[in-house]
Nanobody, 123 residues
Framework: HVQLVESGGGSVQAGGSLRLSCAASGYTVSIYCMGWFRQAPGSGREKVASISGGGTVTHYVDSVKGRFTISRDDSKGTVQLLMNDLTPEDTAMYYC?????????????????WGQGTQVTVS
């Protein structure tokens, strides 16, 4: 049974930083594609960043490039999202997701497992 649990969300002022973490159980996170998505009220789910198995390939949505960094700590079975220079437009529920493949296939439907989400609010 695969379980993804996010942590690290909260409320910050614009310009601040947060680090989200996703812990996986029942799943060898080190060899699979992992991603972070977000969903604001009234909006669709948007992929923020992804990282391939082994961490060799990362991808970011244009609006977070240069501000967000996705990384993985395979020794701990976690994936992090460091978010700097946050703006109110980054306010959303953030979800961790995983695919049953090493390379990241595009699209939310390609992700096989999802966490419950952690709220990020920027004011």
């Amino acid at each position: 049974h695969v379980q993804l649990v996010e942590s690290g969300g909260g409320s910050v002022q614009a310009g601040g930083s947060l680090r989200l973490s996703c812990a996986a159980s029942g799943y060898t996170v080190s060899i699979y594609c992992m991603g972070w998505f977000r969903q604001a009220p009234g909006s669709g789910r948007e992929k923020v960043a992804s990282i391939s198995g082994g961490g060799t390939v990362t991808h970011y949505v244009d609006s977070v490039k240069g501000r967000f960094t996705i990384s993985r700590d395979d020794s701990k079975g976690t994936v992090q999202l460091l978010m700097n220079d946050l703006t109110p437009e980054d306010t959303a529920m953030y979800y961790c997701a995983a695919q049953d493949r090493s390379w990241c296939k595009a699209g939310p439907s390609s992700y096989d497992y999802w966490g419950q989400g952690t709220q990020v609010t920027v004011s």
